[in-house]
């Protein structure tokens, strides 16, 4: 017998609080140690799906009658499902009707799954279709009565119901053995397994797994195909850089990029995508989600999104819809760029998947009242909610006063990898300038920012560039020293230390006699410095 007398009477025990409590005491143990039977023998009998299977068990301690009447709870169940949702195994034992059921619990939204594997694979499941005809029940709504000899199945699948429970059910008083039990969660699951995996194939067209089976990449790329491609569209960066880089993504969760504002860290997180999915330029990522993270979030709903009580429903975000594509695709590496991540507090809006990143679970806590919610625009969620494994978060950090210094939480999580140095001579085989005194002044004046803390990235480079190469009214030099005036003198300010004094020095001597607008203003700069100790590009 699967559970002992004392556990079943749990279930009959008066009183909300008291029954729920009896239930956690004493019927629960038992049903958690035969959940982890069954799933040692699924994980035989499924051992490539298997890993994609939670176990749930249910998470209402009453029953809600309205008015503030409260019932306590009839029955106890446990689950096991997986993405995409909507059907699943269960075992429930009912103190309503003093009975264990095994069976397959069928929603609407899998009922053309169902219907689909019924039309075209018929011989497959006829078997089981029977068994439960003659062993088992089948349970949904409906007023029409059966007509002779109509099998359950297409009893059903004829009518506008929408919910289905099919499988075995035993009294208390005839309980089969608990090897019985799991051999009947074991018939239903291959029908289940067979449910999600056309369900996964129903949603390509959707793009809400994923966006073509003959996209579907199973292997990341080598590094030299990563880097081929990421030249290829236009950007600079190091081997060894983007070498660490791809590295620190295939064995942590989360990675971030620091650098100036420029630099092209929000950039190499889309070209690594593109490259680990094989999307060509030009084309939607499905794989990969940019995230705008808002200098007012202060909590994990600004990310995960958060459940209405007043609809019943959970409002997702697009984050919390592509942890869910994510989940439902574990062969792939999805990933989310959380930009300029530090414009709010990490360690606020990110702590409970910093949490869960620490643990086996890998659970986070939604907040919602029950284990399985809708979700607002379609869909169901689970709570607690796994975080995939193959889901890569990648931040962007700028250090300058709009931002937060990273704490010990986050940087302990993670690698950060810094995209500093910027190589002005890589961008010549870009840009037809054949002034070789363009590059010499370029290059110092990228060499004397750095000094002065406020380094230039590649964007104000390239567009320096541009606009060189688009001025035909004037000589390089002239472009050259008005875009120092507009791009680059407007970052430098700060207190005079010696390193800064230096740096505004050789930059006002490199601009005398042939930037002289740049020269002009590098002279009041350094004026106000000796006046007041500080300067900025306003400094007159």
């Known amino acids: ?244 880089f791809h590295l620190a993504v295939q064995v942590r969760p989360l990675v971030i990029l620091a650098g100036p504002s420029g630099s092209g860290k929000t950039w190499l997180t889309r070209l690594y995508a593109d490259a680990l999915a094989g999307v060509d330029e030009g084309r939607p990522n499905p794989f990969y989600l940019l995230v705008a993270v808002q200098p007012d979030w202060h909590s994990a709903r600004d990310l995960l999104g958060y459940y209405n009580t007043l609809t019943g429903l959970y409002q997702p975000t697009p984050f919390l819809r592509h942890v869910l594509k994510a989940a439902a ?62 889901l890569r978060l990648i931040g962007t950090v700028n250090v300058d006063e709009s931002t937060f210094t990273l704490s010990d939480k986050v940087l302990d999580r993670a690698n950060l990898i810094e995209l500093g140095s910027v190589d002005v001579q890589a961008l010549r085989v870009m840009y037809q300038i054949e002034d070789e005194q363009i590059w010499n002044i370029l290059s110092e004046v990228q060499t004397l920012f750095r000094e002065a803390g406020r380094p230039a990235g590649y964007r104000a480079l390239r567009e320096t560039l541009v606009f060189i190469t688009q001025a035909s009214d004037m000589t390089t030099l002239e472009a050259l020293d008005l875009q120092l005036l507009q791009r680059f003198l407007p970052r430098l300010r700060g207190d005079d230390t010696p390193r800064f004094r230096h740096a505004l020095s050789r930059l006002q001597t490199l601009c005398v006699g042939k930037l002289p607008r740049s020269a002009t203003r590098l002279a009041q700069m350094i004026a106000r410095l000796d006046r007041e100790g500080y300067t900025d590009f306003y400094g007159y």
């Open 329 to 390: 695709d574990p062969n792939q590496t999805y990933i989310v760029c959380l930009d300029e991540m530090n414009l709010a507090r990490p360690e606020y809006y990110l702590a409970p998947i910093l949490s869960a990143m620490e643990t086996a679970e890998g659970l986070i806590d939604l907040g919602t009242p029950l284990a399985e919610t809708p979700l607002a625009g379609g869909g169901i969620v689970h709570n607690p909610l796994r975080l995939p494994i193959n």
């Open 1 to 244: 017998m699967p559970f002992s007398s004392l556990a079943l009477q749990a279930l009959l025990q008066p009183g909300v609080s008291e029954r729920w409590h009896a239930i956690q005491r004493l019927l629960h143990p038992e049903m958690l140690a035969l959940a982890q039977q069954a799933a040692e023998r699924a994980a035989l009998l499924l051992p490539r799906q298997w890993p994609l299977y939670e176990l749930s068990f249910k998470s209402r301690r009453a029953i809600d009658r309205g008015s503030g009447r409260r019932d306590p709870i009839a029955d106890y169940w446990f689950a096991f499902d997986r993405p995409p949702r909507g059907a699943g195994v269960m075992v429930t034992v009912s103190g309503l009707e003093r009975t264990l059921a095994v069976g397959l619990q069928l929603w609407g939204v899998r009922r053309p799954q169902l219907a689909h594997l019924w039309r075209t694979a018929r011989p497959v499941w006829e078997a089981l279709i029977d068994r439960i005809e003659r062993e088992g029940q089948a349970r949904f709504a409906g007023r029409r009565l059966p007509v002779p000899g109509m099998r359950w199945i297409d009893h059903y699948l004829s009518r506008r119901a929408q919910y289905l429970w099919a499988g075995f059910v035993y009294s208390w008083d005839r309980l089969p053995s608990a090897e019985q039990v799991i051999e009947d969660i074991c018939t239903l699951l291959p029908l289940n397994e067979a449910l999600m995996e056309q369900a996964e194939i129903d949603l390509v067209p959707s793009h809400t797994l994923r966006e073509t089976p003959e996209r579907y990449v199973t292997g990341a790329p080598s590094v030299a195909q990563i880097a081929t491609i990421v030249r290829r569209r236009g950007m600079v960066i190091d081997d060894h850089i983007l070498q660490s």
